[in-house]
């Protein structure tokens, strides 16, 4: 595996699920991002970790929780969502905050 | 806040041509970074270019160019002679200390290239 791989590629879950979407980088990077990407909107940082520390919160509901165990692996932690959730969530790396930035394929998410 | 603006939502060229993306943002700081980005159908964010705000060069990346005008904050990609594998949404992005090194991004620009 090289790059970013992020897992689901889709993912449909109710209002009442839990559920979680994983990020993975290959690339020795030490900060990895969480952007949501909805319809006609432009794309929305949700969280930053350098080095595995949250240096990042974009005013993110609590129904969205991070977590990032390693450089390599971020995750993001799904609860009690809404139907406004639903959209792309796509994962970066970069060598450090500020430098060129990497992204996964996404997680194409459906809230019903 | 920064903000990063594109203006034209949808262009189409034809191919072998050459087009221009344009992307304006609005900052008051003097150090910050500039990206386009490519996002194909398959959906895989590619980075296409980037430019530092300090230096005046414009960069280049192959068929792929900017006019980077930092006193008019306007930060223009240009495609020449453009291939049907260039069909993509195209996002222009700006990022600095302030946003925390994250990328602040314009709607985008979807990127037609016909035979």
């Known amino acids: 595996e090289t790059g970013v791989t992020q897992t689901p590629r889709h993912l449909v879950m109710g209002m009442t699920n839990k559920k979680s979407l994983k990020c993975e980088q290959h690339?020795?990077?030490?900060?990895m991002y969480w952007y949501k990407q909805s319809a006609k909107k432009p794309l929305e940082l949700m969280f930053v970790?350098?080095?595995?520390?949250?240096?990042e919160n974009n005013s993110v509901p609590s129904r969205f929780s991070p977590e990032c165990p390693n450089s390599s692996h971020l995750f993001l932690h799904l609860h009690t969502l809404q139907p406004e959730d639903s959209a792309l969530y796509l994962c970066?790396?970069?060598?450090?905050?500020?430098?060129?930035?990497?992204f996964g394929p996404g997680t194409r998410l459906t809230v019903t | 806040a920064q903000t990063v603006t594109q203006s034209q939502p949808e262009m189409s060229v034809q191919e072998a041509e050459t087009v221009t993306l344009s992307c304006t943002y609005d900052?008051?700081?003097?150090?910050?970074?500039l990206f386009w980005y490519k996002q194909p159908p398959s959906r895989q964010m590619i980075l296409v270019i980037r430019?530092?705000?300090?230096?005046?060069q414009n960069a280049t990346e192959n068929r792929f160019s900017v006019n980077f005008q930092k006193a008019a904050k306007s930060f223009s990609l240009k495609i020449s002679d453009s291939q049907l594998g260039d069909t993509a949404m195209y996002f222009c992005?700006?990022?600095?200390?302030?946003?925390?090194?994250?990328?602040?991004f314009g709607k985008g620009t979807s990127l037609l290239v016909t035979p």
């Open positions: 690339l020795g990077h030490n900060a």
């Open positions: 970790y350098n080095f595995k520390e949250q240096t």
């Open positions: 992005a700006f990022m600095n200390s302030n946003s925390g090194y994250a990328l602040n």
């Open positions: 970066a790396s970069s060598q450090a905050t500020g430098g060129e930035q990497y």
């Open positions: 900052t008051s700081e003097n150090n910050y970074y």
């Open positions: 430019q530092e705000a300090y230096k005046q």
